[in-house]
């Protein structure tokens, strides 16, 4: 691991990990069935309303006015190409997680997809397999998984900078860290992608949160609900995903 | 042949139980179909204000759409504690309230946007589920879920899934907390500055 050089240090922080993950496992269970407000899922509202104001002050300053510029200065041609890189690179976490889940179907899928697109698609630029196939790749990740297993949301978590999560999400986002080989890559590599990550993924949602702040009357808990939703209906995979 | 009758009984029942279902989703889907075709005349209308299309616009969503059921749904436990006044002050302002936040995304539309009617079901208590794609070019495909029941021999939406967000569930849990935090009241002026604003 690049990333981590002294190896008791790393070892230790693994474990710790580990023990972190248990624990905020444990605490989701089912979800319960009257969902009223979902006000039950979030025990840490005070503080996950703190954390919200504060990325909501980050957002503003930096990750906001970078996606909109990203959006204004990148043509739509570009920005499909660096989204398609991206989604590319997100195959092998969403194939493990396919077999995890008991998905064939949809793990040869994302290995087929990966394979083909990382080839004839020079690299993930362009989506061959999209473009010639009726394939379909679900996005799938660890949070999914152990929803498939039977676990719970949990408690709702606001992460900061990241943004919405669970209890739940917030272990899948661990494992996959771990999971993803292209995290053991340069740090170059890895904190690049990331940048990308979070560009892409914000101009994506712009329209979505211009659309929030236009009509919510509380975008905190406007958010909060709509997460827990989504994330259910990508468990139970009730509506295609696209990916990334 | 005694079987065969057997047969027969099952196979009417059953045609008699399905039927019905199955015509209730046709007549949804034609329905939603039929408002997605004016919504789609009145945008591309190059002869009419916007003021105009603004109006027809709400004239054609509080026809199709169940606003007061949804009103009262929204603000689920609240609404029976409620004084009359404030109830009636309360649906004055959210019908006002949720027309204009959905009239006022039409203003994005440029033309090229295109939708299909992908699916149409009903289940056992009447009510349908028609899905519609909304094809955005250059954008990912949005899959919106209209919930409809008959009311009185009409249909009528009761609820917006927006790939698996439900206006319902959104808006009850945000109403909940907004009361929760500042009370009723505070909440119906909201509404109202948002309805007039």
């Known amino acids: 691991m690049?990333?981590?050089?002294?190896?008791?240090?790393?070892?230790?922080?693994?474990?710790?990990?580990?023990?972190?993950?248990?624990?905020?496992?444990?605490?989701?269970?089912?979800?319960?069935?009257?969902?009223?407000?979902?006000?039950?899922?979030?025990?840490?509202?005070?503080?996950?309303?703190?954390?919200?104001?504060?990325?909501?002050?980050?957002?503003?300053?930096?990750?906001?006015?970078?996606?909109?510029?990203?959006?204004?200065?990148?043509?739509?041609?570009?920005?499909?190409?660096?989204?398609?890189?991206?989604?590319?690179?997100?195959?092998?976490?969403?194939?493990?997680?396919?077999?995890?889940?008991?998905?064939?179907?949809?793990?040869?899928?994302?290995?087929?997809?990966?394979?083909?697109?990382?080839?004839?698609?020079?690299?993930?630029?362009?989506?061959?397999?999209?473009?010639?196939?009726?394939?379909?790749?679900?996005?799938?990740?660890?949070?999914?998984?152990?929803?498939?297993?039977?676990?719970?949301?949990?408690?709702?978590?606001?992460?900061?900078?990241?943004?919405?999560?669970?209890?739940?999400?917030?272990?899948?986002?661990?494992?996959?860290?771990?999971?993803?080989?292209?995290?053991?890559?340069?740090?170059?590599?890895?904190?690049?992608?990331?940048?990308?990550?979070?560009?892409?993924?914000?101009?994506?949602?712009?329209?979505?949160?211009?659309?929030?702040?236009?009509?919510?009357?509380?975008?905190?808990?406007?958010?909060?609900?709509?997460?827990?939703?989504?994330?259910?209906?990508?468990?139970?995979?009730?509506?295609?995903?696209?990916?990334? | 042949m005694i079987v065969v009758r057997q047969w027969h009984i099952l196979l009417v029942a059953l045609v008699l139980c399905v039927l019905p279902q199955r015509a209730q989703a046709d007549e949804a889907a034609d329905f939603i179909n039929d408002i997605g075709k004016r919504v789609v005349a009145i945008l591309s209308d190059k002869g009419m204000a916007d003021a105009a299309k603004d109006s027809q616009l709400q004239m054609l969503f509080k026809e199709s759409v169940d606003v007061d059921w949804i009103g009262r749904f929204v603000l689920g436990k609240y609404w029976r504690t409620a004084s009359e006044a404030q109830q009636q002050r309360y649906l004055d302002n959210y019908s006002g309230f949720l027309i204009k936040s959905y009239t006022s995304k039409f203003k994005e539309y440029t033309g090229s946007e295109t939708y299909k009617i992908l699916d149409s079901k009903t289940d056992d208590q009447g009510r349908t589920v028609v899905t519609m794609e909304l094809v955005r070019p250059g954008q990912a495909n949005v899959l919106v879920d209209y919930k409809l029941r008959k009311e009185d021999g009409k249909l009528r939406v009761f609820d917006i899934v927006v790939e698996g967000v439900s206006l319902l569930t959104t808006q009850r849990s945000e109403f909940a907390s907004v009361v929760s935090r500042k009370g009723l009241d505070y909440l119906i002026d909201q509404l109202q500055k948002r309805a007039q604003g």
């Open chain 1, 2 to 244: 690049k990333y981590c050089d002294v190896s008791w240090v790393c070892g230790l922080r693994n474990a710790a990990m580990v023990a972190l993950c248990s624990v905020m496992l444990a605490a989701c269970a089912p979800a319960p069935e009257d969902k009223e407000a979902g006000v039950l899922q979030d025990p840490f509202e005070t503080v996950n309303r703190g954390i919200f104001s504060f990325n909501e002050v980050v957002d503003n300053v930096v990750l906001e006015p970078v996606a909109r510029a990203y959006r204004f200065l990148v043509p739509e041609y570009g920005r499909q190409r660096v989204s398609n890189v991206l989604s590319n690179l997100t195959m092998p976490v969403v194939f493990i997680n396919s077999v995890l889940q008991g998905d064939p179907g949809n793990a040869f899928s994302s290995l087929f997809s990966f394979v083909l697109n990382s080839t004839f698609g020079v690299a993930g630029i362009f989506d061959f397999v999209g473009a010639n196939t009726d394939l379909q790749v679900h996005k799938e990740d660890f949070g999914q998984t152990l929803g498939v297993w039977g676990f719970g949301s949990g408690a709702y978590i606001m992460l900061p900078i990241l943004g919405p999560s669970s209890a739940r999400d917030t272990v899948g986002l661990v494992a996959d860290w771990f999971t993803d080989p292209f995290n053991y890559a340069d740090n170059e590599v890895v904190i690049t992608r990331t940048v990308l990550r979070t560009i892409d993924a914000r101009a994506d949602t712009l329209d979505l949160t211009d659309e929030v702040y236009r009509t919510s009357l509380d975008p905190y808990a406007t958010f909060r609900s709509g997460y827990l939703q989504k994330r259910d209906a990508m468990v139970k995979n009730t509506h295609s995903q696209d990916t990334e």
